[in-house]
């Protein structure tokens, strides 16, 4: 019998909106799942669910789903999320424009 293939793992990067905060959110989640389609389903669901349970929250329709390289299992030092945008900006100038806008609530 030819062996089954592990299902992968995927993770899905969401943006929210906290009204009453005025606070917008980004979460990443992860997902052992078939396929994109099904990693992208299963975000969009918990992201409604999210909202339902936080007053004044707003999911914005946003879903970037990622194959995690390592699909077997993850783990200590796995990689689960990657995005690559191309842009003519110095680092400083990135990172200010992108990360690093003032307003982030980072803990600490």
Do not use: K, N
Not at 3 to 9: L, R
Not at 45 to 63: I, M, P
Not at 84 to 104: C, I, N, Q, V
């Amino acid at each position: 019998m030819p062996e089954q293939p592990a299902t992968p793992w995927f993770s899905a990067r969401t943006i929210y909106r906290h009204h009453d905060l005025h606070t917008y959110e980004e979460r990443v989640t992860l997902w052992h799942v078939a396929d994109f389609d099904a990693a992208t389903a299963a975000a969009e669901q918990e992201a409604e669910e999210y909202c339902a349970a936080l007053s004044g929250t707003e999911y914005l329709g946003l879903v970037q789903v990622y194959a995690l390289v390592d699909a077997a299992r993850p783990g200590h030092g796995s990689e689960v999320y990657s995005l690559m945008r191309d842009s003519e900006l110095a680092p400083d100038a990135y990172l200010d424009r992108h990360f690093a806008t003032g307003g982030e609530r980072q803990g600490g």
